[in-house]
Structure formats: C-alpha cells, structure tokens
C-alpha cells in the first residue's frame, strides 16, 4: 500500500476524495480587530514574498476564480464574499505600493528553497520586504517511510541517526534567512512558520487517515526542528516566529478527544487536508490571521 500513496496523493490533489475527520463551517482561528487596518502602515513600494513548500503556496486553501487561495493570499487580499468577517483585514487595506511574488512550490524541501533564493535577484533599494517562510516540514515527512531515511526525507528515522541531518538543517535555515537578507537591501520583515503536528502531540501518525507507518521517534526530530526555527527567529531582530504549530494543536487527528489535553471545545474540528502536509481552506483561514496579528505587532503604525 506504502508503494501506491504517491498515485494516491496525486487522486487527492486531482479529485479531492478521501475520509477526513469533520472539517467544520465558518470562520477559524483568532479574531483580528478591524483597528489597525484603517490607516496606511507604509508608502512606498513593498514586496511580498512567499518562500518554501505547499503551505505558502497555497495548496488546500479554498478555491477562488480556479486556483487555491492559501493563508498568503489571503494575508494579501480578503475574499470578502467568503470571509465577510475579515473586510478590510487585509494588506492591501494598508500598503497601497504593495505587489506580490510567490516563490513557494509543493513537495520542496529545504535545500530546494535555499537554491532558488540564490538564484532570485536582489530587489531595489527603495523596496521593503514582508518574507512569509514555510521551510522544513518536507524535510521530515518525505518519503512518508517508503523509503530508508535520508537528510532529505527523513521519515522513520531514529533522532541519533537524524542529529547531523538536524544541524545541517540549522545552517541552511540561517543561510536562507541571511539570504533574503541581501535580497532586500531596503530592509525586510521575515514572518517564519514552524512546523505543525498533525498527531496533535501524541505520535501515533500509524492512526493518522493517510497509510502511514509508525514513527517512534516523529516528535522528537519535530521537536528539534521547531527548536531551530525558534532559536533562529530568537537570534535575528527582523525574523518573527509564526507558531503554527501552537495554532493547530487540537484540530489534527485527535480533534474529537475530549479527553485530550488541546481539545477546543469551540472548534472541535480538523485544519489539514487529507494528505496531512497542508491546512485545509479552514487551516488557511486560521493562519492567515495568526500571520496578520504577527504583522500588526511589527508594522503596523504605534498610536502609543
């Protein structure tokens, strides 16, 4: 069965199909005050720029005018008729010099992100840069256990064997974070995503609804991952750590155990698609708040 997921994921990603836990209805995440969005925050010319996997590139978000629209999307521009909640909750309300690139591409990994921002050239002087970065995810779960671990799919592996795959993760994410950097010599604000657990903290990813085998040491190479993509954002003054991990403890596949120490009561419901590596249109939601309330406490103008 393991030989036939990568058939299976590519029916998904064409059809859609397969049992998921309920999904829910409605708006999800935090709430976003409408306040700091009635003013300008910048003039001027600003990028924003999506760099890494799926998550930023959108895949699971919900479906606008044929193409999905992912949490970056939706940081960029609201769907008014879908989110009526977030009218005017967005950055365009407040950049009116803004213009998008999206760099992100399924199924990458982190050495993939670092050589295409190498090759990406600088931007002008007088452009600031707001960076979203998803890094990191893929280098874990690929090759969903089909395949011996390696540093570039490290599915199944022990931490011992995975400890000099995880620092050479640690020099590639400062290697990329230095160099969106030089990227933007204007300046930039690089909003950081760490990583998410669709076992909800448990590890059991064998009772996940995707065929996976069981990972005993899964959390612990998350858990160092994580731990450098803090550490990182720690050490840098423009670098912002998204926890998205923190976001969506209790809507991955534990969502319906009450007894479970991240139930949410009111949203008892499930953020991923059914292949586990992206946020469903709810998921996207979600972080697109979380992504907008980090941006507020740095861009926003301060009233105080």
Known sequence: LLILLPILLGV???????WTPPWGTGPAGPGVSVEPFRRAWREGPVLLFGLGDSITRG???IEHEGRE??????VAHNLDAHYPDMRGKDLAAVLPGMRILNHACDFTISKEHLRWLRAMPAQ?????????????????IHFYGREPPTADGMYGATLGQARPWIEGFRQRL????DAVGEKFPGGCEIFLLNIYDPTDGVGDIENAN????AWPDGLKLLDAYNRILREAADARRNVRLVDLHGLFLGHGIHCRDRDHPHYDAKDPHYWYTWILEDPNARGHDALRRLVLLKMIEVLAPDDG
Do not use: K
């Open 69 to 74: 629209r992912g949490y970056l999307d939706l």
């Open 59 to 61: 895949f699971g978000g």
């Open 12 to 18: 998904y990603r064409r059809y859609g199909i397969w």
């Open 174 to 177: 400062d290697d990329i974070l």
């Open 210 to 213: 995707v065929p996976l085998p």
């Open 124 to 140: 002008a002087p007088d452009v600031f840069g707001i960076v979203c970065v998803s890094t990191g995810g893929n280098d874990l």
